[in-house]
């Protein structure tokens, strides 16, 4: 743990001008920012690094799964972009760490960051208008501000087996992956789940593994990845450009320096369509779904067009019929995240691997030696991955579960629906902000751009109140209600909507369904300068 000089106050408790939870992209800018200002601040994390969900997910695979590279990264400094030198287009883990390692670095950032602790429990207390948060390590911190950048995916979800605990091999959930390497030589694997992380592992673990016995519920729609290494004059470009490329990625729909075509998937006949697809398809990455047409998530014929072509790509892989059959999905292609993989489809054409289908047989306990399915076949197992995601969105903040004014909980004023104002506040929950809380672009937007441009927001509020000599700001009575509607009302301009996803909150049993995107990208951000130009118009202040 990072040695830090305390001054303690004689009850106890050390006093901060900021409480940050989260040493991920969010958190470690903040500290940034928050510094500059003058503030003492320091970030907790339980992990031993920084790094946020990168640090947990170690699992074989793990890459970013959006425009990658010179892009997913901090853009604010030119001197820190032209710093590090990105080799592949989708990076993987190690990668980003070492990226982040150095950000921390290059910034000063660890003499503030302590790690190795858990925030057991955060407070407001009305009588001195602080946040009061107790760490695992039994000390406690006070600070006016408490800034929450505890990650969209991080809560993981286990799904709930009968017998679970009946399981005498090892069980590892991707979200929480164990620091040493998982050797999977020899062994009999499972993997439960084939969202972004599944996809990722599948095809490593097949070629380990004695055998793979992949269990999906919902076939997927995986491109593929596209990741090659970066060349020098390419990355020089970016470099002697930053300032343009990094305008273009904040004004696109999703913070890349991509424009997409302005063009409705229907007014190419199919043949030209199919050939524009097979060109991006070909290249790999996003741009099939981002760069071809701007309809593909709004309308159901364009979006059947890009989902037919996918699924013949399956087919014509998959050399079993009756796996490629079990493979083809039949959702709104992009309604659920679009995954990105690396020879997926062609791992099902191993003798080592096999695809059980949970529609048809679905799991009916957990036994000492494996998994049964409802048809009466134990899967004999050695190890299993569970890839089964997560709580997303409002998990994190959940489980952090802070205390906020009159002592209501988060999961109190959340037990029927979350709200927010501009996903950045909590009505009741005076001086809490969140990166890329629910109702902020979070996934669905560069993320660490958009938690840039939420830390600088949160750092020109703070300002702002400190300049005026404010001390409290919280969500004006129905602010939280006008945001809620707009935010639901994006989504439903959208195919999103049509599908249980993650975005709606339906792959959590019980969790009640309310869209956790605001899909406006850019207009998202602008709408935060627009209400901050206004004196931060819907919040009150005092
Ligand atoms: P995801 O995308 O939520 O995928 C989880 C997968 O696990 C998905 O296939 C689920 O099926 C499946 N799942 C979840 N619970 C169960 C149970 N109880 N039984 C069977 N199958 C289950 O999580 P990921 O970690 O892959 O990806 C999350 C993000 O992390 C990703 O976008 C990356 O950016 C990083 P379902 O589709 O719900 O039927």
Same mark, same amino acid.
């Given at each position: 743990?990072?040695?830090?000089?305390?001054?303690?106050?004689?009850?106890?408790?050390?006093?901060?001008?900021?409480?940050?939870?989260?040493?991920?992209?969010?958190?470690?800018?903040?500290?940034? *920012?928050?510094?500059?200002?003058?503030?003492?601040?320091?970030?907790?994390?339980?992990?031993?690094?920084?790094?946020?969900?990168?640090?947990?997910?170690?699992?074989?695979?793990?890459?970013?799964?959006?425009?990658?590279?010179?892009?997913? @990264?901090?853009?604010? $400094?030119?001197?820190?972009?032209?710093?590090?030198?990105?080799?592949?287009?989708?990076?993987?883990?190690?990668?980003?760490?070492?990226?982040? =390692?150095?950000?921390?670095?290059? *910034?000063?950032?660890?003499?503030?960051?302590?790690?190795?602790?858990?925030?057991? $429990?955060?407070?407001?207390? =009305?009588?001195?208008?602080?946040?009061?948060?107790?760490?695992?390590?039994?000390?406690?911190?006070?600070?006016?501000?408490?800034? @929450?950048?505890?990650?969209?995916?991080?809560?993981?979800?286990?799904?709930?087996?009968?017998?679970?605990?009946? %399981?005498?091999?090892?069980?590892? +959930?991707?979200?929480?992956?164990?620091?040493?390497?998982?050797?999977?030589?020899?062994?009999?694997?499972?993997?439960?789940?084939?969202?972004?992380?599944?996809?990722?592992?599948?095809?490593?673990?097949?070629?380990?593994?004695?055998?793979?016995?992949?269990?999906?519920?919902?076939?997927?729609?995986?491109?593929?990845?596209?990741?090659?290494?970066?060349?020098?004059?390419?990355?020089?470009?970016?470099?002697?450009?930053?300032?343009?490329?990094?305008?273009?990625?904040?004004?696109?729909?999703?913070?890349?320096?991509?424009?997409?075509?302005?063009?409705?998937?229907?007014?190419?006949?199919?043949?030209?369509?199919?050939?524009?697809?097979?060109?991006?398809?070909?290249?790999?990455?996003?741009?099939?779904?981002?760069?071809?047409?701007?309809?593909?998530?709004?309308?159901?014929?364009?979006?059947?067009?890009?989902?037919?072509?996918?699924?013949?790509?399956?087919?014509?892989?998959?050399?079993?019929?009756?796996?490629?059959?079990?493979?083809?999905?039949?959702?709104?292609?992009?309604?659920?995240?679009?995954?990105?993989?690396?020879?997926?489809?062609?791992?099902?054409?191993?003798?080592?691997?096999?695809?059980?289908?949970?529609?048809?047989?679905?799991?009916?306990?957990?036994?000492?030696?494996?998994?049964?399915?409802?048809?009466?076949?134990? +899967?004999?197992?050695?190890?299993?991955?569970?890839?089964?995601?997560?709580?997303?969105?409002?998990?994190?903040?959940?489980?952090?579960?802070?205390?906020?004014?009159?002592?209501?909980?988060?999961?109190?004023?959340?037990?029927?629906?979350?709200?927010?104002?501009?996903?950045?506040?909590?009505?009741?929950?005076?001086?809490?902000?969140?990166?890329?809380?629910?109702?902020?672009?979070?996934?669905?937007?560069?993320?660490?751009?958009?938690?840039? *441009?939420?830390?600088?927001?949160?750092?020109? @509020?703070?300002?702002?109140?400190?300049?005026?000599?404010?001390?409290?700001?919280?969500?004006?009575?129905?602010?939280?209600?006008?945001?809620?509607?707009?935010?639901?009302?994006?989504?439903?301009?959208? *195919?999103?909507?049509?599908?249980?996803?993650?975005?709606?909150?339906?792959?959590?049993?019980?969790?009640?369904?309310?869209?956790?995107? +605001?899909?406006?990208?850019?207009?998202? %951000?602008?709408?935060?300068?627009?209400?901050?130009?206004?004196?931060?118009?819907? %919040?009150?202040?005092?």
């Amino acid at each position: 743990m990072t040695k830090i000089n305390d001054s303690k106050q004689p009850t106890g408790t050390t006093q901060l001008d900021a409480i940050v939870i989260g040493a991920g992209f969010g958190g470690m800018y903040t500290l940034h *920012l928050l510094r500059e200002l003058g503030l003492k601040t320091r970030v907790f994390d339980a992990a031993d690094g920084v790094g946020g969900t990168w640090r947990w997910n170690g699992y074989p695979g793990a890459r970013v799964d959006f425009p990658g590279g010179p892009y997913y @990264c901090y853009t604010f $400094s030119e001197e820190l972009v032209k710093g590090w030198q990105w080799k592949e287009s989708q990076p993987d883990r190690e990668a980003v760490l070492g990226y982040l =390692d150095y950000a921390a670095d290059t *910034l000063g950032l660890r003499p503030d960051i302590q790690l190795n602790t858990w925030v057991a $429990s955060s407070q407001f207390d =009305d009588a001195t208008q602080q946040w009061v948060i107790k760490t695992d390590q039994g000390d406690s911190f006070t600070a006016p501000f408490l800034i @929450c950048a505890v990650g969209t995916l991080s809560a993981a979800n286990e799904p709930d087996i009968p017998g679970f605990n009946n %399981f005498k091999g090892d069980c590892l +959930h991707t979200g929480r992956w164990p620091n040493e390497s998982v050797d999977f030589t020899g062994k009999r694997v499972g993997v439960i789940g084939t969202g972004s992380s599944g996809v990722q592992a599948i095809p490593l673990i097949a070629q380990q593994a004695e055998q793979l016995t992949v269990f999906q519920r919902t076939p997927q729609y995986v491109i593929p990845a596209g990741n090659h290494d970066l060349d020098q004059s390419f990355l020089d470009d970016i470099h002697n450009n930053w300032p343009q490329i990094r305008q273009q990625m904040i004004n696109s729909p999703i913070g890349a320096p991509f424009a997409p075509r302005q063009r409705s998937a229907l007014e190419d006949n199919q043949a030209t369509r199919n050939q524009l697809y097979e060109s991006l398809w070909q290249q790999g990455g996003l741009g099939i779904a981002f760069d071809s047409y701007d309809d593909l998530l709004i309308n159901k014929e364009a979006n059947f067009t890009l989902a037919e072509f996918v699924r013949s790509k399956i087919s014509a892989t998959v050399t079993n019929p009756d796996t490629a059959n079990k493979l083809l999905p039949n959702f709104y292609i992009g309604t659920k995240r679009l995954i990105l993989g690396m020879d997926y489809y062609q791992t099902y054409n191993r003798d080592n691997v096999e695809l059980v289908d949970l529609r048809a047989n679905p799991i009916e306990s957990m036994t000492t030696n494996g998994i049964q399915t409802t048809d009466g076949e134990e +899967h004999p197992l050695d190890i299993l991955v569970l890839a089964t995601g997560y709580d997303a969105v409002t998990g994190a903040m959940q489980r952090l579960n802070p205390v906020g004014s009159k002592g209501i909980t988060l999961n109190q004023a959340w037990s029927k629906r979350f709200n927010t104002y501009l996903g950045m506040l909590i009505p009741q929950f005076p001086n809490l902000f969140m990166i890329h809380g629910p109702e902020t672009p979070s996934v669905l937007y560069n993320m660490p751009l958009g938690a840039e *441009l939420e830390a600088e927001w949160i750092r020109d @509020c703070i300002r702002e109140m400190r300049d005026r000599g404010l001390t409290r700001i919280e969500p004006a009575p129905g602010a939280e209600q006008a945001w809620g509607e707009q935010v639901a009302a994006i989504a439903e301009q959208t *195919l999103f909507p049509q599908t249980p996803s993650w975005y709606t909150g339906e792959n959590i049993a019980g969790k009640h369904r309310q869209f956790g995107v +605001h899909l406006g990208g850019p207009l998202f %951000f602008q709408h935060l300068t627009d209400i901050a130009n206004k004196g931060y118009e819907g %919040f009150v202040l005092s």
